[in-house]
């Protein structure tokens, strides 16, 4: 097990290498002046003494080799640079952004694992029946509206209409931003920052609930049927303890997959979702940093989103050995 993580760490780096590399040239490569664009925009006329500073303050006269060892120098000091655009420092940006986020994506998987299981275990045990058609189109429909299309009915139906209508003050959701910044135990809503994050969250966690519900599903029919789920049975089992003992747990490993990814997902990429409802995280950083080719926000940034995203995926195959016994990862446990 030992070295089985030690070499998929080992694998983070070249995996974080390529990946920003890639960013770093593709950003040489679009079109239009970069220190052009930090001085005042490609629309107008910039001072040459101007842009002239701004090439040297940042070292955009240097050849992009030389720019690309350089920020691989700072970047394993862990030292992100500052932003193009207010000078702020990357690191500073990154720490606020990726808060937010963070919090974000726990609700989004919380209730993905809350709902999605727990529908996908009724539907596979009340197979074929209303509720189970019902969960089918339900989760089929879910999989196939887009976040932000999904995210534009959600603010309709429940902030613009309860205003409209003038429901209770309790009832009426917000549309954008992230409220009062309130929070308990980091990630626990507090005061009116509850309806700032419910909207967001269920747009975020929407097709991940959807799939995993189905893969709930699948993986449960497919556990119900093994010759050991009939032995429990046999064994004088109720349903109650066949299931949830036995079968569960077994049908938890392709679901644990999704979830793992999921939350490495959320907390990265999820620029529509963000966008859409003007949530300052991660995935809406990384947009804006597309649009004002603020390179060095968008490589921090990316940056972290490439780590959590690796350790993550580690951290969900190192519990395959917890859910399933008979897996032993790594030379020292395998037989």
């Known amino acids: 097990m030992t070295s089985y993580i030690i070499r998929r760490l080992l694998l983070i780096i070249p995996t974080v290498f390529v990946a920003l590399s890639f960013l770093f040239f593709v950003f040489f490569m679009l079109p239009g002046d970069p220190a052009q664009l930090i001085a005042g925009g490609a629309d107008r006329a910039v001072d040459e003494g101007v842009q ?18 350089n920020y691989w120098q700072r970047t394993l000091q862990w030292d992100l640079g500052e932003s193009f655009l207010n000078r702020r420092s990357v690191n500073e940006i990154l720490g606020e952004r990726s808060v937010n986020s963070l919090r974000l994506g726990i609700w989004a998987v919380i209730i993905e694992i809350v709902v999605g299981i727990s ?20 989760t089929a429909g879910a ?6 299309v999904l995210g534009f009915v959600l603010q309709y139906l429940f902030a613009v209409q309860p205003n409209k209508r003038d429901w209770p003050e309790w009832a009426r959701l917000r549309t954008s931003g992230i409220g009062p910044d309130e929070w308990t135990f980091f990630f626990i809503p507090t005061g009116e920052q509850w309806r700032y994050l419910i909207l967001p969250a269920i747009a975020l966690a929407s097709v991940s609930t959807a799939l995993l519900t189905r893969m709930t599903r699948g993986s449960m029919l497919e556990v119900l049927r093994a010759d050991y789920m009939r032995t429990a049975k046999a064994k004088g089992l109720n349903n109650r303890q066949v299931v949830v003992r036995h079968g569960l747990r077994n049908a938890m490993l392709p679901v644990v997959t999704l979830i793992g990814i999921d939350f490495g997902t959320v907390i990265g990429v999820a620029v529509l979702t963000e966008t859409t409802f003007s949530w300052p995280g991660l995935g809406s950083q990384i947009f804006a940093s597309v649009e004002d080719r603020d390179l060095p926000v968008l490589l921090g940034l990316t940056l972290a989103v490439v780590l959590a995203y690796a350790l993550i995926n580690l951290i969900v195959d190192v519990s395959y050995a917890w859910f399933d016994p008979r897996i032993r990862l790594g030379k020292g446990g395998s037989e």
């Open 52 to 69: 002239q500073r701004i090439e040297e303050r940042y070292g955009l006269d240097d050849p992009v080799i030389e720019q690309f060892t």
């Open 119 to 138: 529908v996908g275990l009724f539907s596979a045990i009340r197979r074929y029946s209303w509720g189970d058609r019902i969960t089918t189109i339900v």
């Open 143 to 148: 999989s196939a509206i887009p976040v932000f």
